[in-house]
C-alpha cells in the first residue's frame, strides 16, 4: 500500500506545491524527492534488487560465502541468539536419542552435524570428530572453537565424567527448546506493535510532509 501512495497518490499532491513560489520544509523536499525516484526509476530499482538477489543466491551457494553468512547470523543481534539456541538444541537432542539407542558417537556426530543448519557450526563439530579420534574429549574441542555457549560445553564435560552424556544432553536440548520458546514468544508479541509504529511514523511523515506547506501557504495568503 506504501509504495501505491508513493508512486499514484504522492506525485498528483505535491504538484501543488510547484505554483506556490516558496520554499518547502525539508521533509517535504525529501517526500517528494522520494516519490519521483520510486515513479520515474522503479524499473531500475526493480533491476537492482533482482541483481542484487541474484549475486547474494550465487554467492550463498559457495562454502566459503555461506559459512561468511552463517558467522554473521551467529552474531546479529537477536536473532543470532536464537539461531544458535534453535541449532544447539537441535544437535544435542539429536546426539542424545542417537547414543541412547546404541549409535556409536562419532557416527552419532556426524549425523548430529547434518542438522545443525549452520556451516559454522557444522565446521566446529568437524573439527570436534577429528579431535575425538586422536583421543581428546567431546568437551574440549567444542570449548577450544568459542561457538558454542559455555554452559553447553560444560554440561557435556559433566556428563561425560559419570558416563552420563546422554542425560546431560537430553537437559540441555530441553532448557534450550524452552529458551528458544520463550524468546519466540516474546520477539512475536513485539513484532505487531513494532509494524504499528513503524508504519504510523511512516504515514504520519507523510501526511505532515503534504499538510505543513498548506497550511504555511493558508497562513500567508490570510
Known amino acids: 500500500a506504501l509504495p501505491i ?11 501543488i506545491f510547484d505554483n506556490l513560489g516558496q520554499s518547502l520544509p525539508w521533509y517535504t523536499q525529501v517526500l517528494i524527492f522520494v516519490s519521483h525516484a ?4 522503479w524499473w531500475l530499482l526493480l ?12 554467492w550463498h551457494r559457495k562454502p566459503a560465502g555461506r559459512l561468511r553468512w552463517d558467522t554473521l547470523m551467529l552474531r546479529a543481534p537477536i536473532v543470532g541468539r536464537l539461531n544458535l539456541l534453535v541449532a544447539v538444541a537441535r ?26 543448519g549452520n556451516s559454522r557450526l557444522e565446521s566446529v563439530v568437524t573439527e ?11 568437551a574440549e574441542p567444542l570449548k577450544r572453537s568459542g561457538a558454542f555457549p559455555p554452559m553447553v560445553t560444560h554440561m557435556i564435560a559433566v556428563g561425560e565424567r559419570p558416563g552420563q552424556l546422554e542425560a546431560m544432553l537430553e537437559n540441555v536440548s530441553r532448557s534450550y527448546e524452552a529458551d528458544v520458546d520463550t524468546r519466540v514468544t516474546a520477539l512475536t508479541s513485539l513484532l505487531e506493535p513494532i509494524m504499528i509504529l513503524i508504519l504510523g511514523g511512516i504515514v504520519g511523515f507523510i501526511a505532515m510532509a503534504i499538510l505543513m506547506p498548506l497550511i504555511q501557504m493558508n497562513q500567508f495568503v490570510q
Open 5 to 15: 501512495l508513493m508512486v499514484a497518490v504522492v506525485p498528483k499532491v505535491t504538484t
Open 38 to 41: 520510486l515513479s520515474g526509476y
Open 47 to 58: 533491476t537492482v534488487g533482482a541483481l542484487s538477489t541474484f549475486w547474494f543466491r550465487r
Open 91 to 116: 544437535f544435542t537432542r539429536t546426539l542424545a536419542t542417537l547414543l541412547s539407542s546404541g549409535v556409536p558417537l562419532l557416527r552419532a556426530m556426524e549425523i548430529g552435524r547434518n542438522v545443525l
Open 128 to 138: 570436534a570428530i577429528g579431535s575425538i579420534r586422536e583421543g581428546e574429549s567431546i
